[in-house]
């Protein structure tokens, strides 16, 4: 079993910026890619930005590249999005990620064996 406990979340001025944590427990976190994805009110979950087990690799959603930032420290068992230029339409329900499996991504909902409780972060305009 893995667990995810998400911190970070609030309330953010459009144009602000946010940090988001998600301390992982249970297996060996170093072999998980991690992801986070996001819920707003009567809206689909959707994904939001992933990072590689070693942290060299990164996707994100078009809607957030260049504005959000996953990065990963394995000494500290957390991953992180750094969320800068913060928009109205970026309020939602944050929800860290693991797959099902070591060594496999996170490439969508059905990927996603564990889930933490999600952290609510409103960007007002």
């Known amino acids: 079993q893995v667990q995810l406990v998400e911190s970070g979340g609030g309330l953010v001025q459009a144009g602000g910026s946010l940090r988001l944590s998600c301390v992982a427990s249970?297996?060996?976190?170093?072999?998980?890619?991690m992801g986070w994805f996001r819920q707003a009110p009567g809206k689909e979950r959707e994904f939001v930005a992933q990072i590689n087990w070693s942290g060299g690799n990164k996707y994100y959603a078009d809607s957030v590249r260049g504005r959000f930032t996953i990065s990963r420290d394995n000494a500290k068992n957390t991953v992180y999005l750094q969320m800068n230029s913060l928009k109205p339409e970026d309020t939602a329900v944050y929800y860290c990620?693991?797959?099902?499996?070591?060594?496999?991504?996170?490439?969508?909902?059905?990927?996603?064996?564990?889930w933490g409780q999600g952290t609510q972060v409103t960007v007002s305009s």
């Open positions: 249970g297996r060996t976190f170093s072999a998980y890619a």
């Open positions: 990620a693991a797959p099902h499996q070591p060594w496999t991504y996170v490439a969508g909902l059905s990927s996603v064996g564990y």
